[in-house]
């Protein structure tokens, strides 16, 4: 299987044709207003803003038919490829399909549908529906709430299910794709499949975490546990990165039944009063405010911080409240004086990246170019990686948040396609840059340099580290990427599930087979 899919790696330098009667056919299919040749400009870019690439046709489907109505279609033309795009937020190009179909999932009906199965509660959205829709909807409608998240919420199912969704909850439900019991796919042949670790599991796991390469979901059941009306967040400084993350590390690794938070997240940030990278970043409340002066003089470019939350309900005490916080604190070692908490709505709290969204709108930085790096770095190589990287080549930040925080590998199901390093507790490194656009700000192609950079060190030192959001250009690299054995798989994978390699054209993974030209109304 490995040696046929040869032929569909990159290297085929075959370029599409526009296959005008397809999207002819599409159109009378679908309706004038399900698909447009004119307006592409939705299509054509993404969140990263360092690639275009003009598709031949954006479709808007509306049910799960119409999306295997133009995957068949597709495959009925000599070489089209298509690319289900959700709310945009890729960051190299993963989402387009040069001269091919770009899907908007975002158009998809609405499904947001509770479900009782032996009297556990889910729910059954669209693979186009909003984490922040699903969020409102179950909260409000049925006080339920998903256990996973993304800490940005405007993002689709679909998408964070192919790749795996990661917060702050991740280290006790593990990611997103670990929450799901169902998928409804549309795979590369055109068929759809409702699949599930019992039905279908082949394609159920592949998908998980599969970056679009062997199907596009179009329904998803999530998990759903009760929801809290309110959360505890807290952020306390450190200038040590090991006791950092040792703090860091006793936190997410608290057995079940032992007090512990229900968030944990981390970040990195400049020992200076840069309004942008530095003291200013940290208080959660306009009232608070930063001292400097309980800094060590030990402290070095940079600082550590970790964010805490913990939920409660209107009827719990707060005295116990209370206890719980001050109990996990009191074993902390960071720097007393520099704790800042405050106490806000679930919801609220969930969204609180979008008031970020609505401010760097404002000031023009949310459409400049992002040129972002995601990584997951092994512990045994976390510390290395904070000397080289955060203390020297981020040592003046990167004009947005630093994110670094542990994971439990154990919270993650090696059926599925996503990889980790082998480490029993890896680093999420995010690298989540707001620079303005040049003049004002520095080049894009000079970060991408810099993350570059970051990546070659990593591999001269040999660390134990994944790309996430992986980007790659070569067979050799996603080989290196995936590992010899998961390599082999994936590729069996695409094989049995898209074998003429149609979907997600962007990920550069496989090209398309060439077919003859068979199209039929």
């Known amino acids: 299987m490995i040696a046929c899919a040869e032929h569909f790696l990159p290297g085929n330098d075959a370029e599409p044709k526009p296959d005008d009667d397809v999207v002819s056919s599409l159109s009378k299919t679908l309706g004038v207003q399900a698909i447009t040749t004119d307006d592409l400009g939705i299509a054509s870019k993404d969140f990263g803003g360092l690639k275009f690439v003009k598709p031949l046709a954006l479709v808007r489907p509306y049910t799960t038919d119409d999306v295997a109505r133009v995957v068949r279609a597709a495959g009925r033309s000599p070489t089209l490829t298509v690319a289900a795009r959700g709310n945009g937020h890729s960051i190299n190009g993963q989402a387009m399909a040069e001269h091919g179909l770009v899907l908007d999932m975002r158009s998809m009906n609405e499904l947001v549908q509770l479900v009782r199965i032996n009297g556990a509660p889910y729910v059954d959205v669209s693979g186009g529906a909003l984490w922040e829709d699903v969020l409102k909807r179950c909260v409000s409608e049925f006080g339920l709430a998903p256990r996973s998240w993304t800490d940005y919420l405007s993002l689709t199912v679909g998408g964070t299910l192919s790749y795996a969704g990661v917060s702050g909850q991740a280290f006790r439900y593990g990611p997103q794709t670990s929450n799901v019991t169902e998928l409804e796919v549309v795979t590369g042949k055109g068929e759809t499949i409702v699949c599930s670790k019992t039905q279908s599991p082949e394609l159920f796991f592949a998908v998980l975490g599969g970056l679009g390469q062997f199907g596009i979901i179009t329904r998803a059941r999530i998990v759903l546990q009760e929801a809290p009306h309110t959360v505890r967040w807290i952020r306390v400084v450190y200038s040590e990165f090991e006791e950092f993350s040792s703090d860091a590390e006793w936190l997410v690794r608290r057995e079940e039944g032992e007090s512990c938070f229900d968030y944990v997240e981390g970040f990195v940030f400049v020992n200076s009063d840069d309004p942008s990278n530095g003291w200013p970043t940290l208080p959660l409340d306009p009232q608070q405010v930063f001292d400097p002066i309980h800094i060590p ?195 069996e994978r695409k094989t049995a599930f898209d074998p003429m390699a149609i979907l997600a054209p962007g990920q550069k993974i496989f090209s398309r087979v060439p077919q003859p030209y068979s199209f039929t109304q």
């Open 297 to 491: 003089p030990s402290a070095g470019p940079v600082l550590y911080c970790l964010e805490l939350a913990l939920h409660y309900r209107h009827s719990d005490n707060p005295s116990r409240v209370d206890a719980v916080v001050d109990g996990l604190l009191g074993r902390l070692r960071f720097i007393k004086g520099l704790k800042f908490q405050v106490d806000m709505g679930y919801t609220e709290f969930l969204l609180r990246v979008k008031r970020d969204e609505e401010h760097a709108k404002i000031n023009g930085v949310w459409d400049a170019p992002h040129p972002w790096l995601n990584l997951f770095v092994s512990k045994s190589n976390i510390s290395e990686f904070d000397s080289e990287v955060f203390k020297k080549i981020l040592k003046d930040g990167v004009h947005g948040p630093i994110l670094v925080y542990p994971l439990l590998r154990n919270k993650w199901d090696s059926r599925q396609s996503v990889v980790v390093p082998e480490s029993d507790i890896f680093y999420i490194v995010a690298l989540l840059r707001f620079s303005p656009a040049p003049p004002k700000g520095p080049s894009p192609q000079l970060l991408v340099e810099q993350n570059r950079q970051i990546l070659q060190l990593c591999l001269a030192k040999a660390f134990d580290f994944k790309l996430y959001f992986p980007h790659y250009h070569s067979r050799q690299d996603w080989i290196n990427h995936f590992g010899n054995h998961q390599w082999s798989r994936f590729v």
